[in-house]
T-cell receptor, first 117, second 113 residues
Framework: AQKITQTQPGMFVQEKEAVTLDCTYD???????LFWYKQPSSGEMIFLIY??????QNATEGRYSLNFQKARKSANLVISASQLGDSAMYFC??????????????FGAGTRLFVKA | GAVVSQHPSRVICKSGTSVKIECRSL??????MFWYRQFPKQSLMLMAT?????????EQGVEKDKFLINHASLTLSTLTVTSAHPEDSSFYIC?????????FGSGTRLTVV
């Protein structure tokens, strides 16, 4: 079963408009972390934002905000005032504990965002 | 800020040879590093978790004898693809914990011919 689901393989947004990238997750853990990463064509992974499962407030980092709806198990990324440089692949990820005592992070399939001038 | 340096960025090798990819943490100690593989236009798939001074933990389906991981120091983890075949061609990327998230290397594009 998919643990992280990103249903939008591709999204278009007009420059300066806001866009929401969807992410739903599945876990039975009470403690987990949710992340969003940006991957430009160069391949590097850029950390954008983090939300802990116990955080009551939605995380915000500049133009990025995470719309965390715990009951619905969704962690959508909202990018406000899109810029041309925002065109990239965006991955939602979840960190959860393992039976061995460690933890691991799994990634969704990604959403490719295209910002139009 | 904290950086993970990954080398080489690109490598082409012949079938049957081995390739070593290095991942170094700069300015911080990384007791745990993660190795991912990414096929074109696909997501990152966790291959293994590398722990300093102990054996790596491999994900199900990953051949530990083929993908050798060594984490001999707090700043260096290496992934060796042994007896490489064309199907091993992929983008390999390492990451280290940097709370609250992770910091990633710049990736290695491996092409086996």
């Amino acid at each position: 079963a998919q643990k992280i689901t990103q249903t939008q393989p591709g999204m278009f947004v007009q420059e300066k408009e806001a866009v929401t990238l969807d992410c739903t997750y599945d876990t039975s853990d009470q403690s987990y972390g949710l992340f969003w990463y940006k991957q430009p064509s160069s391949g590097e992974m850029i950390f954008l934002i983090y939300q802990g499962s116990y955080d009551e407030q939605n995380a915000t980092e500049g133009r990025y905000s995470l719309n965390f709806q715990k009951a619905r198990k969704s962690a959508n990324l909202v990018i406000s005032a899109s810029q041309l440089g925002d065109s990239a692949m965006y991955f939602c990820a979840m960190r959860e504990g393992q039976n061995t005592g460690g933890f691991k992070t799994i990634f969704g399939a990604g959403t490719r965002l295209f910002v139009k001038a | 800020g904290a950086v993970v340096s990954q080398h080489p960025s690109r490598v082409i090798c012949k079938s049957g040879t081995s390739v070593k990819i290095e991942c170094r943490s700069l300015d911080f100690q990384a007791t745990t590093m993660f190795w991912y593989r990414q096929f074109p236009k696909q997501s990152l798939m966790l291959m293994a978790t590398s722990n300093e001074g102990s054996k790596a933990t491999y994900e199900q389906g990953v051949e530990k004898d083929k993908f050798l991981i060594n984490h001999a120091s707090l700043t260096l983890s290496t992934l060796t693809v042994t007896s490489a075949h064309p199907e091993d061609s992929s983008f390999y990327i390492c990451s280290a914990v940097l709370l609250p998230g992770y910091t990633f290397g710049s990736g290695t594009r491996l092409t086996v011919v």
